[in-house]
């Protein structure tokens, strides 16, 4: 796999992140040495087997539907860069 | 005996029969903090009001005979990935530099109904990623045993400030070896528990199916006595298991006698410092004279750990990360004109490099065209390497091995170049992709007296066969009492 300027910018974008020009240079070399080592994983033989997501079988985990109060709105505000009137506050989307 | 000088059991017995109390113990522990951690940097927060403030509490709770754990009374430092009601939580990092949970985690919970007193923040690798506590934002924590060398990480600071005795048990998380890999640097124990045995709920996420939250201990008993504590289903947590009850008691017979014991040729080949692969194979005479069974078998999928794990572990944590979006809580860009900017910017100013790296490389391993090439051979890769450690488990009890393949390295060393970081996780990241649990113990040291650490990898919820068998070690060893001279 070759990585190149033009893919470390698709990925800055999806990933919502804007690289300086320095830190694309060096993101673009690292990420070259890294993804030449992890295409090693392609000398395994994985024909026939089934993907492994959760390390052991987890079934729908179920529990009684009770209202149980934990976190009141204005604990978890506090924590918000901006809020007004018990809501977040961002930037006007719609014109 | 001197407070300082116990372990965390002696110190809890300590307390429970009024040798001491419990605000000594904080005395104690913050007067040394404040002495030393100026030049190892440990902590990124400390909360002493809130704990001489707890401690009355707590000893009340002692005296009254309605505190019972063997740790109560008995201080605590803490990974500053795991919420903490009231007490900020960084991650070290600058994007949540200011966040203070509303909320405690589970195993928080469990510690505080314990009777355990949290004194501190711990410093890591910034939202675990990283192997050094180079990665944080609030500075690198320095190794006890030589301050120009790293700790290890990411919990580093965990681990460095039992060994420079700043606090006498910490909790860590382990995500692809990050409990272990800095008890080896330090030369501590530890233990990442199997996967689903310790509730994940207020433990900030990196790598979801990765992650598992530990104790860190100068012994083993401490380790055994901390896990008993924090373990357990939790219905907060999904992903947490039903299983029997664990008992420190059972676990510390330290008996190995007809135990197997198998070390993968693998992990000893290629790549392993000439002082850490003595050091092990040291380790196995010594349980051969135990009374136990040891024999070397192959595990050639050893190779292919790291890729599959840094696939994996980077798919996650892209994912994981998107909620870090300036908006709902953490750090917002003051330069953002309108939404797309205030998610961009806020990210770009917010997270450290090597955090970037990885939610990229997840990205990438994840994006369309690319998935099943990594992603999903990665996952199958996961099914085989578990696969491995199942079969290996047909033959033995357990496995044994090194945790890294060197000692720990000079500070800066890494940073410059993050795929020879990356490789020395290769012994340690398996166990996570395979779930299994695994404890680090010191084992011995190099020629530069920088502690080394071997590893008992267990069957799934093998917690107390593999803890027995490194008391075991302990009892008849004296790596674990050695501790560095502070400057």
């Known amino acids: 796999m070759t990585i190149d300027k033009t893919l470390v910018r698709y990925l800055e974008s999806l990933a919502r992140i804007e690289l300086t020009d320095e830190q694309r240079e060096e993101t673009e070399k690292d990420l070259q040495d890294i993804l030449t080592y992890i295409d090693t994983l392609n000398e395994l033989p994985t024909d026939g087997v089934q993907p492994l997501s959760h390390s052991f079988p987890v079934t729908n985990v179920m529990r009684q539907d009770e209202v149980k109060m934990h976190n009141t709105r204005d604990d978890i505000l506090k924590n918000a860069p901006e809020e007004k009137d018990g809501c977040f506050v961002v930037p006007k989307t719609v014109e | ?487």
């Open chain 2, 1 to 487: 005996m001197d407070i300082l000088e116990m372990t965390a059991t002696q110190l809890g017995a300590a307390v429970k029969s009024g040798e001491v109390t419990v605000k000594q113990a904080l005395d104690a522990y913050f007067e040394k903090i404040d002495k030393y951690d100026k030049t190892y940097h440990c902590y990124n927060t400390l909360c002493r009001d809130e704990a001489y403030k707890r401690a009355e509490e707590v000893q009340k709770g002692i005296d009254s005979k309605t505190l019972t754990s063997p740790l109560a009374g008995v201080p605590i430092g803490i990974k500053d990935n795991i919420c903490t009601k009231d007490i900020k939580t960084t991650c070290s990092s600058k994007i949540l530099e200011n966040f203070v949970p509303p909320y405690n985690a589970t195993v928080v919970e469990r510690l505080e109904k314990a009777g355990m007193i949290v004194i501190g923040k711990l410093n890591m690798d910034e939202f675990a990623m990283g192997s050094t506590t180079e990665t944080s934002a609030t500075g690198a924590t320095h190794n006890p045993w030589d301050i120009q060398k790293v700790p290890g990480g990411s919990s580093g600071g965990s681990a460095a400030a039992v060994s420079a005795g700043l606090a006498v048990a910490a909790l860590g998380s382990d995500t692809g070896g990050s409990i272990r890999q800095p008890c080896s640097f330090c030369g501590v124990t530890g233990l990442k528990p199997t996967y689903g045995s310790v509730s994940r709920y207020g433990l900030v996420a990196y790598a979801s199916s990765l992650d598992q939250i530990g104790p860190i201990g100068n012994t083993v008993e401490d380790c055994a006595n901390l896990f008993e504590i924090i373990s357990g289903k939790d219905e907060k947590d999904g992903t947490s298991m039903e299983f029997p009850h664990f008992s420190a008691e059972k676990a510390l017979a330290g008996n190995v006698k007809g135990v197997k014991i198998g070390i993968p040729r693998d992990y000893i080949g290629e790549g392993i410092a000439e002082d850490v692969k003595k050091a092990v194979l040291d380790a196995a005479e010594t349980f051969k004279s135990l009374g136990a069974e040891v024999e070397l078998f192959d595990m050639p999928i050893v190779k292919y750990a790291i890729p599959a794990y840094y696939i994996i572990a980077c798919a996650e944590a892209c994912s994981n990360l998107s909620r870090y979006d300036g908006i709902k809580y953490g750090y917002k860009s003051a330069n953002a004109r309108n939404l797309r900017e205030t998610y961009i910017k806020s990210r770009s100013e917010g997270f450290g490099m090597e955090v970037k790296r990885r939610i990229m490389l997840g990205n990438f391993v994840l994006s369309s065209g690319y998935y099943d090439a990594y992603y999903q051979k990665a996952l199958k890769a996961k099914k085989l390497i578990q696969q491995s450690f199942f079969e290996a488990f047909e033959k033995y009890d357990m496995v044994l091995g090194p945790v890294a393949p060197t000692t720990a390295l000079k500070m800066g060393e890494s940073l410059s170049d993050p795929l020879k970081m990356y490789l020395g996780d290769i012994y340690t990241v398996m166990v996570n992709i395979a779930g299994v649990p695994s404890v680090s113990a010191p084992c011995g040291f190099d020629r530069e007296g920088m502690p080394v650490g071997m590893q008992l990898i267990g069957k799934p919820f093998g917690e107390t066969e593999i803890l027995n068998a490194a008391k075991a070690f302990e009892d008849a060893t004296d790596y674990h009492t050695k501790k560095p001279v502070l400057k």
